[in-house]
């Protein structure tokens, strides 16, 4: 299994990013997908998810209104659009393979594979 996550980079306040997410080594269209993130000196936190036909989603609330989680399950590729960034938002990103257990309920105890990571950084 490989989850390759790109697309991070360092953008100002109030601007956008563009994750992207591509996986391989399993059936990527029966599995759940997830972003994580992990800013310094926290702890990893789950960001959103998506579960494996798009139908449904789940974020939390820091990120509503602002995220967006979309997949293209032929190109096995799932993807994550960051709008109205905050200095907040600088973290670790990860991509993660999961199933899908509910809204509320992702953690990282679920988690089936890990992404690299990809950094963003937002500065205020």
């Known amino acids: 299994v490989q989850l390759q996550a790109f697309g991070g980079g360092l953008v100002q306040a109030g601007g956008s990013l563009r994750l992207s997410c591509a996986a391989s080594?399993?059936?990527?269209?029966?599995?759940?997908m997830a972003w994580f993130r992990q800013a310094p000196g926290k702890e990893r936190e789950f960001v959103v998810a998506i579960s494996a036909s798009g139908s449904r989603t789940d974020f939390t609330n820091s990120v509503k209104g602002r995220f967006t989680i979309s997949r293209d399950n032929a190109k096995n590729t799932v993807y994550l659009q960051m709008n109205s960034l905050k200095p907040e938002d600088t973290a670790v990103y990860y991509c993660?393979?999961?199933?899908?257990?509910?809204?509320?309920?992702?953690?990282?105890?679920?988690?089936?594979?890990w992404g690299q990571g990809t950094q963003v950084t937002v500065s205020s």
């Open positions: 993660a393979r999961t199933t899908w257990t509910g809204s509320g309920t992702f953690s990282q105890n679920r988690i089936l594979s």
């Open positions: 080594g399993f059936t990527f269209n029966m599995y759940t």
